[in-house]
């Protein structure tokens, strides 16, 4: 049995990646320039010499974004028409793709899915409702995918009952209670908790959560009971570890 007296003095919960939108744009203007290169016909020499002629190198990676956009333009001078950015589809909106949405998250922080993402979402839903698109989805059959993320969560200990609830609100504090109190199982089973930690005293020890001091798990917001969950989830999936 592995000592866990207090394996999270310090912890910080797992930073999430950020989007660097400029290297992106780049990455854009290069990819453009290649295809430009393809659609023009232009052989290796004859695309250097132009690169030489317009900026003064020979190499894309050399160039600057200012230059980058005189290349662009040279081309397009040229008659090279980049072809609009396709949007992607928009992310469903109707109440039960938003409800198993939701479900599908949770499942990530409780470590039962390896991939939150939309993308991974859709493929599920697809297999289990034979549908393109989630948002096509007939709603008369949308009640088979929550029930199959419901079996996800049940199989993995996630409690969903909630007989006791007064109204929908109070149903969904309690799920996801119910959530953290499951992915707190998890980390005890994996002796990342102390066994003798409740979900009040793990909030505090593992994100700082102030509210825990002052009242119970019950006293928490939905927002508080979201951060708990995904902070409890980062710890699940790094092993026990902060990656910060």
């Given at each position: 049995?592995?000592?866990a007296?207090?394996?999270?003095?310090?912890?910080?919960?797992?930073?999430?990646?950020?989007?660097?939108?400029?290297?992106?744009?780049?990455?854009?203007?290069?990819?453009?320039?290649?295809?430009?290169?393809?659609e023009?016909?232009?052989?290796?020499?004859?695309?250097?010499?132009?690169?030489?002629?317009?900026?003064g190198?020979?190499?894309?990676?050399q160039?600057?974004?200012?230059?980058?956009?005189?290349?662009?333009?040279?081309?397009?001078?040229?008659?090279?028409?980049?072809?609009?950015?396709?949007?992607?589809?928009?992310?469903?909106?109707?109440?039960?793709?938003?409800?198993?949405?939701?479900?599908?998250?949770?499942?990530?922080?409780?470590?039962?899915?390896?991939?939150?993402?939309?993308?991974?979402?859709?493929?599920?839903?697809?297999?289990?409702?034979?549908?393109?698109?989630?948002?096509w989805?007939?709603?008369?059959?949308?009640?088979?995918?929550?029930?199959?993320?419901?079996?996800?969560?049940?199989?993995?200990?996630?409690?969903?009952?909630?007989?006791n609830?007064?109204?929908?609100?109070?149903?969904?504090?309690?799920l996801?209670?119910?959530?953290?109190?499951?992915?707190?199982?998890?980390?005890?089973?994996?002796?990342?908790?102390?066994?003798?930690?409740?979900?009040?005293?793990?909030?505090?020890?593992?994100?700082?959560?102030?509210v825990?001091?002052?009242?119970g798990?019950?006293?928490?917001?939905?927002?508080?009971?979201?951060?708990?969950?995904?902070?409890?989830?980062?710890?699940?999936?790094t092993?026990?570890?902060?990656?910060?």
């Amino acid at each position: 049995m592995k000592t866990a007296s207090n394996p999270f003095k310090g912890y910080k919960p797992v930073p999430r990646a950020q989007f660097d939108a400029a290297s992106q744009h780049r990455r854009s203007m290069i990819a453009k320039i290649k295809i430009a290169v393809k659609e023009l016909g232009l052989c290796d020499d004859d695309y250097r010499a132009i690169l030489l002629r317009v900026t003064g190198k020979t190499s894309c990676t050399q160039l600057s974004d200012d230059q980058l956009v005189k290349v662009l333009d040279e081309f397009k001078a040229k008659g090279f028409q980049p072809q609009p950015r396709k949007a992607p589809p928009k992310a469903a909106n109707h109440p039960a793709a938003m409800k198993a949405r939701a479900l599908w998250i949770s499942l990530y922080h409780l470590n039962a899915i390896s991939n939150p993402s939309e993308k991974a979402l859709e493929a599920f839903a697809k297999r289990q409702l034979k549908c393109e698109r989630l948002q096509w989805a007939d709603q008369g059959q949308m009640y088979k995918l929550v029930e199959a993320l419901k079996a996800i969560g049940t199989r993995s200990g996630w409690n969903q009952s909630t007989t006791n609830a007064t109204d929908g609100s109070h149903a969904l504090k309690i799920l996801k209670m119910q959530l953290c109190e499951a992915i707190l199982m998890k980390l005890k089973a994996n002796d990342y908790a102390p066994q003798s930690w409740n979900l009040a005293g793990a909030a505090v020890q593992i994100c700082g959560l102030a509210v825990a001091r002052k009242s119970g798990p019950m006293g928490w917001g939905l927002g508080d009971l979201d951060v708990v969950a995904r902070s409890f989830g980062d710890l699940l999936r790094t092993g026990g570890r902060s990656e910060a």
